[in-house]
């Protein structure tokens, strides 16, 4: 079992900036791909930003450009940085681990496929 602990979120005015970070334990391999996946509010979960081994990230179009993913180098800790926020950014982000994602550049967009979980984090941008 992998265990994922979040941290970071809370409330910031349109335009600021947020981190947060996500520090895995457990049987974890730091081949694994690590991720960020966000739900609004009535929405599906989506995919915001991923990373594997190749180490070439994952941006969706609505946070390219403003968010950025990291790892540390152990590769057991993954961080989003989170710029120019939107009111629409507001939402519960999760961290998540894939054992195998379908290459090392490439990620599930359903969140069915990702196979562990942190317990989320509120991030809430206010217009």
């Known amino acids: 079992q992998v265990q994922l602990v979040e941290s970071g979120g809370g409330l910031v005015q349109a335009g600021g900036s947020l981190s947060l970070s996500c520090a895995a334990s457990?049987?974890?391999?730091?081949?694994?791909?690590m991720g960020w996946f966000r739900q609004r509010s009535g929405k599906e979960r989506e995919l915001v930003a991923a990373?594997?081994?190749?180490?070439?990230?994952y941006y969706s179009d609505a946070v390219k450009g403003r968010f950025t993913i990291s790892r540390d180098n152990a590769r057991t800790s993954v961080f989003l940085q989170m710029n120019s926020l939107k009111p629409e950014d507001t939402a519960v982000y999760y961290c998540?681990?894939?054992?195998?994602?379908?290459?090392?550049?490439?990620?599930?967009?359903?969140?069915?496929?990702?196979?562990?979980w942190g317990q989320g984090t509120q991030v809430t941008v206010s217009s």
């Open positions: 457990g049987r974890f391999s730091s081949n694994y791909a």
């Open positions: 990373t594997g081994w190749s180490r070439i990230p």
């Open positions: 998540a681990v894939d054992k195998t994602p379908p290459s090392a550049a490439t990620f599930y967009r359903d969140s069915a496929q990702w196979d562990y």
